[in-house]
């Protein structure tokens, strides 16, 4: 299964809502979807789990939804630590795969 | 708190071998899947592999197939990527990653530091 990723970069002002998308070539069962935070330098953080499940510690600002082949990730209202590039993934015939991810940048 | 700690920055040439580690700090490194995920410089995240300790029971991408080897040592709760040949092409941040199941909600909740290697000549 192949994920894109859209928009490839996202460019936002703080307190503005930020909408991500996420499409799979072929449908993936909801709960193998998740959704990543990478920040530069850093380790990738896991947001979001069986694609609308916040790990734990992540702010209720972060919301995920989707299925089939459509899923999206939503930043209610950024703030100036959200500022990062966000990855999805999905989990199928024993394989994992990662999206080309997207950059969400400060406008 | 589980921590993965992994090894440090390596610098190899051209057709030399390496092996870098994931070391669990918790008590529960047999119940769940070790992941190791590639970032080359400036790019995204690429999935290379899964292993659950407590059988070896390892699954690879096919991209990385053939190419690396997944091993881990359940007695000292340390997971292994390793290289009989290394390429310049491998040159990359690694992250080994904590996957608590396959079965229910399969994504990496804890994540190493990662560990840059290096490959030149």
């Known amino acids: 299964i192949v994920l894109t990723q859209s928009p490839g970069t996202l460019s936002l002002s703080p307190g503005e809502r930020a909408t991500l998308s996420c499409r799979a070539s072929?449908?993936?069962?909801?709960?193998?979807l998740a959704w990543y935070q990478q920040k530069p330098g850093q380790a990738p953080r896991l947001l979001i789990s069986?694609?609308?499940s916040r790990a734990t510690g992540i702010p209720d600002r972060f919301s995920g939804s989707g299925s089939g082949t459509d899923f999206t990730l939503t930043i209610s209202r950024l703030e100036a630590e959200d500022f990062a590039v966000y990855y999805c993934?999905?989990?199928?015939?024993?394989?994992?795969?990662f999206g080309p991810g997207t950059k969400v940048d400060i406008k | 708190e589980v921590q993965l700690v992994q090894s440090g920055a390596e610098v190899k040439k051209p057709g030399e071998s390496l092996k870098i580690s994931c070391k669990d700090s918790?008590?529960?490194?047999?119940?769940?899947?070790i992941g190791w995920v590639r970032q080359m410089p400036g790019k995204g995240l690429e999935w290379m592999g899964v292993?659950?300790?407590?059988?070896?029971?390892?699954r690879y991408s096919p991209s990385f197939q053939g190419q690396v080897t997944i091993s881990a040592d359940k007695s000292i709760s340390t997971a292994y990527l390793q290289w009989s040949s290394l390429k310049a092409s491998d040159t990359a941040m690694y992250y080994c990653?904590?996957?608590?199941?396959?079965?229910?909600?399969?994504?990496?909740?804890?994540w190493g530091q990662g560990t840059m290697v290096t490959v030149s000549s």
């Open positions: 990653a904590r996957a608590l199941s396959l079965v229910r909600s399969p994504a990496f909740d804890i």
């Open positions: 918790g008590n529960s490194f047999t119940n769940y899947w």
């Open positions: 292993i659950y300790p407590r059988d070896s029971d390892t």
């Open positions: 072929q449908s993936v069962i909801s709960d193998y």
């Open positions: 069986g694609t609308s």
């Open positions: 993934q999905q989990y199928g015939s024993a394989l994992f795969t």
